[in-house]
């Protein structure tokens, strides 16, 4: 993550109820590093000069800061930012749903988030293996135009928690809320530096301190930034893009950060719970040290390595109905990243 921004910018990690100013001010003058699907300023077309690579290392030091995490069974409220088909809430739908689920064929989501549960609170508790999709509401009619702030996403959340009619439930134990935003919206850094980000409301906006993240659809606006290994960037010279599971890129590309965002968000909901590095307001967290990294062997730009279906489709998980393409995490008890495949049992 990094707050609100897997690529994430982060405010400090100080008192959730700090003054709107101060918060404001820290929340543009903190350091952005954008979260994207692969490291970057590669120089290598293959590795890069990320050091992230699986395996162990000896240079992580991911720490816990005695912060909540999401032991509670977890419930995933969604806004539908925009204009969005059913075709593609479906294919996000079916991805949520798919952690939780106990018989999906292996590799699978849920093996994938097994690693996510072995990180605990102080008394010892584990991140809950639930994780549900809670209620949805829809802003189609773009309340804040197609440009937003990061703040905005936090005045989009409001609407949705206060509306007159069906409000999303305020549940700021085990909720998270998650805002996606169609491909004809730009956020803040969107395409440039993020694809997606996390972070928690502030009192003073939402009228409640709730985990968030945002992610956004760049099927259009940037697929070559975002959607990596489904689109690939024009200096990427000799790759050719990937077939994505699903046959809509800009919401495969979303499906891996949204991966990465709800990990983060059971591990790191307040922004001082499981990350590495001395400064809160610019965090590795389990998902930002595993970058790029989507099999074994992967590291740079290079993904490692995947399975390709019958119909030439790219994937690395199963989920209840479909393939997905997931990046892989961090297990701090081994001290590399994972998939599912050693903890699909």
Not at 163 to 178: D, E, T, V
Not at 180 to 193: A, G, K, N
């Amino acid at each position: 993550m990094r707050q609100g921004c897997t690529g994430h910018c982060v405010e400090p990690r100080a008192p959730v109820v700090l003054g709107l100013s101060i918060l404001t001010l820290l929340l543009f003058t903190s350091p952005v590093i954008g979260w994207r699907p692969w490291p970057q300023n590669s120089s290598d077309p293959l590795y890069g000069d990320s050091k992230k690579f699986e395996g162990s290392s000896e240079f992580v030091h991911l720490k816990y800061h005695m912060g909540p995490v999401l032991t509670a069974d977890i419930t995933v409220h969604t806004i539908w930012y925009g204009s969005w088909q059913r075709s593609q809430k479906k294919i996000i739908r079916e991805f949520i749903n798919s952690i939780s689920a106990v018989n999906s064929k292996r590799p699978s989501v849920a093996g994938w988030w097994k690693t996510v549960q072995m990180y605990t609170d102080q008394t010892g508790k584990n991140i809950s293996r639930t994780v549900r999709l809670g209620s949805e509401k829809n802003d189609r009619f773009y309340s804040h135009g197609k440009t937003l702030t990061r703040l905005d996403i936090q005045s989009v959340i409001k609407i949705a928690v206060t509306a007159k009619s069906k409000p999303l439930p305020i549940n700021p134990q085990s909720g998270i809320y998650l805002v996606f935003t169609s491909e004809d919206v730009y956020v803040q850094d969107f395409c440039r530096q993020v694809c997606g980000f996390h972070y928690f409301t502030f009192p003073s906006i939402v009228g409640y301190t709730l985990p968030y993240a945002w992610v956004g659809n760049s099927g259009k606006m940037c697929p070559d930034v975002c959607t990596y290994p489904f689109s690939v960037p024009s200096y990427m010279t000799g790759l050719k893009p990937l077939k994505s599971p699903n046959g809509d890129i800009g919401v495969d590309g979303m499906i891996s950060v949204i991966g990465h965002e709800v990990a983060e968000l059971a591990t790191n909901p307040l922004v001082n719970a499981w990350y590495a590095g001395q400064d809160p307001s610019f965090p590795v967290e389990i998902a930002d040290l595993c970058e790029g990294i989507y099999g074994t062997g992967g590291g740079g730009s290079y993904t490692g390595q995947l399975m390709d279906g019958h119909d030439g489709a790219t994937f690395n998980m199963n989920g209840i109905r479909r393939r997905f393409l997931v990046q892989w995490v961090w297990n701090h008890m081994l001290n590399y990243c994972s998939g599912p495949n050693a903890l699909d049992q």
